[in-house]
């Protein structure tokens, strides 16, 4: 995601409701870049996995949306910590939880799928989370192996995907702390 353009004016508060439903199209952009294969920092084909038409197997793009889901979480968490009532934070990451679930089953995803879904993202995020703890290499690791289906070989990989990760969160996180969270 790159920071928004010079004639872009942030607003200096946002309920969650609104930095929710800001969050979830910040994901979807970052999901069709990590996919569109002309302009993707890591072309899908780099990933490993064969596809069919330029497309990516179900599991890999699905993995990739949690995993951008991820990076998005992070770096609000990030730019909010001490900064921000722990629930106005938390209802800003339910919004935008349920903002892309919303959007998952508009467009076609079995409403009894999305329970399944959404535990892979909690076990996703608790891993990524502990990963990220350790080392940038370690979350491009477990990044790598689920987009994949198969532990990385080499550290090409899992380098680029923690810089994906970076990518996302750290202007994220500079945008978001000229924001101030606050009740609708």
């Given at each position: 995601?790159?920071?928004?353009s010079d004639d872009?004016?942030?607003p200096?508060?946002?309920?969650?409701?609104?930095?929710?439903?800001?969050?979830?199209?910040l994901v979807?952009?970052?999901?069709?870049d990590?996919l569109?294969?002309?302009?993707?920092?890591?072309?899908v084909?780099?990933?490993?996995v064969?596809t069919?038409?330029?497309?990516?197997?179900?599991?890999?793009v699905?993995?990739?949306?949690?995993?951008l889901?991820?990076?998005h979480?992070?770096?609000?968490?990030?730019?909010?910590?001490?900064r921000?009532?722990?629930?106005?934070?938390?209802?800003s990451?339910?919004?935008?939880?349920?903002?892309?679930f919303?959007d998952?089953e508009?467009n076609g995803?079995p409403?009894?799928?999305?329970?399944?879904?959404?535990?892979?993202?909690?076990t996703?995020y608790?891993?990524y989370n502990?990963?990220?703890?350790?080392?940038d290499?370690?979350?491009g690791?477990?990044?790598?192996?689920h987009?994949t289906g198969?532990?990385?070989d080499?550290?090409?990989?899992?380098?680029?995907l923690?810089e994906?990760?970076?990518?996302?969160?750290?202007?994220?996180?500079?945008f978001?702390e000229?924001?101030?969270l606050?009740e609708?």
């Amino acid at each position: 995601m790159s920071p928004p353009s010079d004639d872009f004016r942030a607003p200096d508060t946002l309920t969650p409701s609104a930095l929710g439903d800001h969050l979830a199209r910040l994901v979807w952009e970052s999901f069709s870049d990590f996919l569109a294969a002309d302009d993707a920092e890591i072309p899908v084909g780099e990933l490993g996995v064969p596809t069919d038409d330029g497309l990516p197997p179900q599991y890999t793009v699905e993995e990739a949306l949690i995993f951008l889901m991820w990076a998005h979480t992070r770096g609000a968490q990030l730019a909010f910590v001490g900064r921000a009532p722990d629930d106005l934070l938390r209802r800003s990451l339910d919004a935008l939880h349920a903002a892309i679930f919303e959007d998952l089953e508009e467009n076609g995803t079995p409403t009894s799928q999305l329970p399944l879904f959404e535990q892979r993202v909690s076990t996703r995020y608790t891993e990524y989370n502990q990963a990220a703890e350790r080392s940038d290499a370690e979350l491009g690791r477990a990044v790598a192996s689920h987009l994949t289906g198969s532990s990385p070989d080499g550290a090409a990989l899992p380098a680029g995907l923690a810089e994906r990760a970076r990518a996302a969160a750290s202007p994220l996180r500079d945008f978001l702390e000229e924001i101030e969270l606050v009740e609708a």
